[in-house]
């Protein structure tokens, strides 16, 4: 038995090894994508192009104007009076405003703050002016950075002018700025921060990336390994072999558990080498989940091999399949901000347990005794895959006998 299922194996290895194309995705593709999708969401939103409308035109509108050029987020674009004043109605100008870049070279503008007329007036009267924020809502991540950029520096700056005008006028020596901003550092709350203390982003999506290459790879290879033999009529062979339906199985799986393996392995390396993700809980426990996983996984690549009969069908269908698992599965985003009915179904895929699991081991360090009803999902989701795959290829070999 065990020959027969190794020398199934070897096969699927060697076809693997001469599709140069398939096994350069396969080496290279998860590493070289976790590497693109960690930078790109691990970097810092700086340089947002703002526009400033002063209608005060006084020294404390200056003085605002280049506090909120000192932020590393905001960067000054021009003047905004001429845009404004060169259309008839607001809403046109505001397009203008927002649509006016190339979207590569020259993005368009995030950010417009308009000071009213009386600015500094009310200012060191005591009185609170209201600054208005117009925010270019087509880029929501950018749109929220650069609120909490403007509201930040303009309240620290206000705080500061209405301080010390506050302090002229009851006689007194006014306080530094430096002062101000110290006494303002003493009052803010102290903020910890587990699990990623630097709260980057690339903490979040790296692990799920990694979860998604453990997956992706290891279904593809199960189902393109099996439709192969379908497209090219090599299927019929496995009818006269002397061979019972868990072996084929058995031995059609062993490259992709090993090439899934590999590149899990590889992605995790790269993790914690590259974007410094440490593995705060036990290794060998997630190694052994992640074994546990890829048969879970194997079921649904042989089962989507069953209902192709080519390798394009195949890839097709795991394509609609991969769609509703990174929708549903808190890939990208978090499956608790989710309607109730989705986060109920989303229980139903596999992958959302992995990456609960994997999130947990990684940045939490907890084990089996808060896991286990992920766990126990991915047993009975297996056990349910895995004896559908079954019967299906059963019935393929009998209908085809």
Known sequence: MLYRILNIAWKDMLHLWHNRALLAMVIFGAATELLIVGWATGSKVNDLKMVVTDHDNTATSQHLIETLRETDTLKLNQDGNNVLEKHNSRDAALDDLFTGGNFIFNPDNILLVEIPKGFEEALTSGKQPEIDLTLNGANSLASTTARRAAEEAIYT????????????????EPPTK???????????????VRYNEELDRAHYTAPSEAAFVLYIITIMIAAFMLAREREYGTFEQLLVMPMRPIEIIIGKAIPALFIGFANFLLVLAEMNVVFGIPVRGSLLLLLVLAAGYLFVELGRGFMVAMLSRTQNQALLIIMLIAFVDITFAGYAVPVESMPRIMQILSNFLPIRHWMIIL???????????????????????????????????????SNQG
Do not use: Y
Request: hydrophobic share 50%; proline share 3%.
């Open 157 to 172: 700056f206000g705080t500061i002018v209405m301080t010390q005008s506050l302090a002229e006028t009851q006689g007194v």
């Open 359 to 397: 999130r947990g081991i990684l940045q939490k360090d907890i084990g089996l005794s808060v896991l286990w009803p992920q766990l126990l999902w991915l047993v009975v989701l297996g056990i349910i895959i895995n004896s559908t795959t079954l019967w299906f290829f059963r019935r393929s070999l």
């Open 178 to 192: 430096e002062a101000i901003l110290a006494a303002l550092d003493q009052t803010q709350p102290n903020v910890t």
